[in-house]
């Protein structure tokens, strides 16, 4: 039996496809289909040129970010969609109203090139619910094929929320997992992934205020715990099922 970590069970999955499979993908259990966009996304693929490495299914419930000017100040957030900041913190993706060219992509919506999948592995040291494996897995493909996300492959993600005892396990992982993609990968600031994480908990704290969700003071203060632990300790990995 498989131990609970999502970025085992994909590699253990992929190992398993047959030679003559030349698309692969993930889609998660709380996807829902909408008309088309299955037959979109094939349509892409039978024409699709060599240098696109994956595509992703477009998320069309998702909300649109907010306070997005504040966010890019603390460069946790970007107006350019879909980009991966040096800070280690990636700029939200979905909805979109056109074919997006983009550094990163949602694990559980994408369909990948057979090539991409024989070379690429996801790193099993993001451990259970493997928060952020999706973005450092799609960013080193990005850096040797071409990734989009699909406009009229339209999907709705009824993703369940974070269980409320476990918001602060949540805000530890948001930037653990972020500060062990940042030292991964060549060309990110540790200056900017502080700024980005003290945004982090500025709106975490704000957001909490406004929507009156006490368990968003316990994320922040867990990302607080996280950026100590993370700066004068070697990483942990965090294995807490946080949604189921």
Known sequence: MLPPCLSKQRNAGLAELSRDISLA???D??????????????????????????????????????????KSFFRMDSFKRGAVLRSGYEASIHPVLENTYVDW????????????VDEFKYDEWFQGYSYFEDVDYSYQVGREFKLLVLADTKVKHLSPPVKE????????CQV?????????????SVILFHWATLGLIIANIAEGIVSRKPGLFARAWGNFVGLVQS?????????????D
């Not at 088309?36 to 039978?46: H, K, P, Q, T, Y």
């Not at 700066?231 to 949604?243: G, N, R, V």
Request: with cysteine; charged share 20%; aromatic share 10%.
């Open 25 to 27: 993908g993930f889609l």
């Open 29 to 70: 259990d709380d996807l829902v289909m909408e008309p088309g966009s299955v037959e979109a996304m094939l349509r892409f693929w039978n024409a699709a040129p060599s240098d696109v490495g994956g595509a992703s299914f477009n998320i069309s419930n998702s909300s649109p970010p907010r306070g997005l000017l504040v």
């Open 105 to 116: 992509l949602c694990g559980g919506a994408t369909v990948w090139r057979r090539e991409v």
């Open 165 to 172: 005892d476990h918001n602060f396990a949540m805000g530890k």
């Open 176 to 188: 653990i997992n972020r500060r062990y993609f940042l030292q991964k990968h060549a060309g990110m």
């Open 231 to 243: 700066s004068f300790a070697p990483l942990h990995q965090i294995d807490t099922a946080l949604k």
